[in-house]
């Protein structure tokens, strides 16, 4: 069973600190790799792609990969409260994008 | 961007009843489609993988009986949910993706099901 794993949090940080979510995929044949924003009752909205191993930068996001670890990361800098959301992690091997079950960030004014 | 438009946004119906959801891409085709559901407070899973021209590709478990796609063109996907039942009730969505199998998916706006 291929999968992705986070933590279900919630995941509470002060507005304007760093919030670090991380995800796990069990298979290693995942190419490419995604973080998607999740508000409540609302469809996923994508925030970054990311396909080789390192960090990329977009904004106050930073993704990161680690494929010997089998290993995905969301940095937000400088949170602010309109971040509150849940945040879906997903991994591509065949073009299925299979979903983590997401964590839930609040970040509090 | 890509733009995926799914409609209705939301619908009730009565228990036996058929519903049809539909998926369009504005400004881009798509050969292949997915449609996936999501359970309050759970992940989306994939239901399907409809593929223009042919027939869906279902996931485990997922009845293709009661789940009919239908993929007739490069901007029309189709999901009816046959014979509704109160377990059918949840948030479905579909998505599709402008370029290459490994680029990102984008998502309509969700069908949230109620079945009565």
């Known amino acids: 069973q291929k999968e992705v794993e986070q933590n279900s949090g919630p995941l509470s940080v002060p507005e304007g600190a760093i919030a670090s979510l991380n995800c796990t995929y069990s298979?290693?044949?995942?190419?490419?790799f995604f973080w998607y924003r999740q508000y409540s009752g609302k469809s996923p909205e994508l925030i970054m792609s990311?396909?080789?191993?390192g960090d990329k930068e977009d904004g106050r996001f930073t993704a990161q990969l680690n494929k010997a670890s089998q290993y995905v990361s969301l940095l937000i800098r400088d949170s602010q409260p309109s971040d509150s959301a849940t945040y879906l992690c997903?991994?591509?091997?065949?073009?299925?994008?299979?979903f983590g079950q997401g964590t839930t960030l609040q970040v509090k004014p | 961007g890509a733009v995926v438009s799914q409609h209705p946004s939301r619908v009730i119906c009565k228990s036996g009843t058929s519903v049809k959801i539909e998926c369009r891409s504005l400004?881009?085709?798509?050969?292949?489609m997915f449609w996936y559901r999501q359970f309050p407070k759970q992940s989306l899973m994939l239901m399907a993988t409809?593929?223009?021209?042919?027939?869906?590709?279902?996931e485990q478990g997922v009845e293709k009986d009661k789940f009919l796609i239908n993929h007739a063109s490069l901007t029309l996907s189709t999901l009816t949910v046959t014979s509704a039942h109160p377990e059918d009730s949840s948030f479905y969505i579909c998505?599709?993706?402008?370029?290459?199998?490994?680029?990102?998916?984008?998502f309509g706006n969700g069908t949230r099901l109620t079945v009565t």
């Open positions: 409809s593929n223009e021209g042919s027939k869906a590709t279902y």
């Open positions: 998505s599709a993706r402008e370029g290459q199998a490994n680029s990102p998916l984008h």
């Open positions: 298979d290693r044949g995942s190419q490419s």
């Open positions: 990311i396909y080789s191993n």
């Open positions: 997903a991994a591509s091997n065949t073009g299925k994008l299979i």
């Open positions: 400004d881009f085709q798509a050969t292949t």
